[in-house]
């Protein structure tokens, strides 16, 4: 299991930034998937955005589309989520995850605070 960990978060009001960073221990190859989930409090976690391996295409949750970004660099071991116009709403702990070779999310960061006030 590659080991991620993630930079990133803070407190922040609404219409603010922020870009997290999740770095992988090793190279996570073109194949793995790499994604960020998120978790508000007494919610379930929810899928935030995704990227294939070659950063070809992503994949966003309806909430955010339009307002975060991912992307990663493979050379760096690194993707990264910009998040803009953030709300009251995107309030959350965030994980980085990627797939392993059974193409499963076996490999999860350490979980990064973001609140956002009114």
């Known amino acids: 299991q590659v080991q991620l960990v993630e930079s990133g978060g803070g407190l922040l009001q609404t219409g603010g930034f922020l870009r997290f960073s999740c770095t992988a221990s090793r190279r996570t190859g073109i194949n793995y998937i790499m994604a960020w989930f998120r978790q508000a409090p007494g919610k379930e976690r929810e899928f935030v955005a995704a990227?294939?391996?070659?950063?070809?295409?992503?994949s966003y949750a309806d909430s955010v589309k339009g307002r975060f970004t991912i992307s990663r660099d493979n050379a760096k071991n690194t993707m990264f989520l910009q998040m803009n116009s953030l709300r009251p709403d995107d309030t959350a702990v965030y994980y980085c995850?990627?797939?392993?070779?059974?193409?499963?999310?076996?490999?999860w960061g350490q979980g990064t605070q973001v609140t956002v006030s009114s």
């Open positions: 995850s990627a797939t392993g070779p059974s193409g499963s999310y076996e490999s």
């Open positions: 990227i294939s391996g070659d950063g070809a295409t992503t």
